[in-house]
Nanobody, 112 residues
Framework: QVQLQESGPGLVKPSQTLSLTCTVSGGSITTNGYYWNWIRQPPGKGLEWIGN???????SYSPSLNSRTSISRDTSRNQFTLQLSSVTPEDTAVYYC????WGQGTLVTVSS
């Protein structure tokens, strides 16, 4: 069974780049037909899709975050990574990696 685990700093300063990694176990990120997503939930708000990277390596991003988002992968480590640049306090959220199943999520706070 596929399992996902997020990792990365829990605190990021405004204007810096948020970087999170999702480590996948129980399956390969290159398996045909699979898409590996990043989703976030700000405190007291709903879920927001950030983007994904496909089994092929192609990426897709939310239009509202496209200019600040980059998703990449390391197939040798079976990991994919989110980078969100120029963060503000409005980017404070629990960040999840998702592909049919959800990681446990990690809280990232943007504050000086």
């Amino acid at each position: 069974q596929v399992q996902l685990q997020e990792s990365g700093p829990g605190l990021v300063k405004p204007s810096q780049t948020l970087s999170l990694t999702c480590t996948v176990s129980g399956g390969s990120i290159t398996t045909n037909g699979y898409y590996w997503n990043w989703i976030r939930q700000p405190p007291g708000k709903g879920l927001e899709w950030i983007g994904n990277i496909a089994y092929s390596g192609s990426t897709s991003y939310s239009p509202s975050l496209n200019s600040r988002t980059s998703i990449s992968r390391d197939t040798s480590r079976n990991q994919f990574t989110l980078q969100l640049s120029s963060v503000t306090p409005e980017d404070t959220a629990v960040y999840y990696c998702v592909s049919g199943v959800w990681g446990q999520g990690t809280l990232v706070t943007v504050s000086s």
